[in-house]
């Protein structure tokens, strides 16, 4: 695998945490952003401690502002020359929009969200991976070689009642994935999905579904390691002609020559629209 440089935005918590070190281990150099200021100093350490300090720098920033934007990819360039590997995974979820889920006696209707909240879910599980994109992948088209994948969730988990904001903004990431994917064919840019394909056990997933997971009530959350063995083959070369897919982890069999988990574990990204009745 050739050494390449990644940005990795929500990569001081959770899958992003779990992906940026995967990367940075493997050799790649990795700026590891996220928007709580205290999770730097812990990552840093981590890194020390993990012998990656140097390859793995973390960053603190609000990818919802496009001058922060601008700025993560000035630090990137500053540290490393320049990106060629992005990972959207920054992400607001149920515990940001709909903190008390599992202790309201009714679920929670689209139009009760705030317009804060709304517009901070939008901002970040959207905008900010879409700003991201839009500044890098002229870059990468120019060089000829470039990675975009982005993070987006089940396809159930967007259109299912009561999942909004949350729902369809990921949605509209997934169908960004796939317009991105068409757009830059025959680049060398490649734009592909990654996800748990279940709940995962981070930060932002609640302690109650985390509970109900431990006591067999509900299925088993994804670790975000499992994230990392689908990440490094599709930022590899083996995964050059690959675009326009999404894959879920928990469906990655590891055992498997990674060309083969890839095939059992992907489908395209985007999902089918509703045909007109005739």
């Not at 952003?33 to 990656?52: F, K, L, T, Y």
Request: hydrophobic residues 45%.
């Amino acid at each position: 695998m050739e050494e390449r440089v990644a940005i990795v935005t929500g990569g001081l918590r959770g899958l992003g945490r779990a992906m940026a070190f995967g990367l940075s281990r493997r050799g790649h150099r990795v700026l590891a952003v996220g928007h709580i200021a205290s999770d730097v100093e812990d990552v840093a350490r981590e890194a020390e401690e993990a012998g990656v300090a140097g390859r793995l720098v973390p960053l603190f920033a609000d990818l919802r502002r496009p001058k922060e934007c601008d700025r993560v990819l000035a630090e990137g360039e500053a540290l490393f020359g320049g990106a060629e590997i992005l990972v959207n995974n920054a992400g607001l979820t149920f515990t940001f929009s709909d903190p008390e889920r599992y202790k309201r006696a009714e679920p929670q209707k689209f139009w009760e969200v705030s317009d804060e909240i709304a517009a901070a879910v939008i901002a970040t599980n959207y905008l900010a991976a879409d700003q991201m994109a839009r500044r890098l992948a002229p870059l990468m088209v120019r060089n000829g070689w470039g990675r975009i994948v982005n993070v987006t969730t089940k396809l159930d988990t967007m259109n299912r009642a009561h999942n909004s904001p949350y729902g369809p903004s990921k949605a509209a990431l997934e169908m960004a994935s796939e317009v991105w994917g068409k757009e830059v064919a025959g680049t060398g840019l490649t734009v592909n999905i990654l996800n748990p394909g279940a709940g995962a056990n981070t930060p932002g997933m609640a302690e109650e579904m985390k509970r109900m997971s431990r006591e067999g009530r509900s299925p088993r959350l994804v670790e975000p390691e499992e994230m990392v063995p689908p990440l490094l083959w599709l930022v590899s070369r083996e995964a050059d002609a690959v675009n326009g897919w999404r894959f879920d982890a928990n469906l990655w069999d590891a055992s498997l020559p990674p060309a083969e988990a890839a095939r059992r574990a992907g489908r395209p990204a985007g999902f089918v629209l509703h045909p007109q009745r005739t």
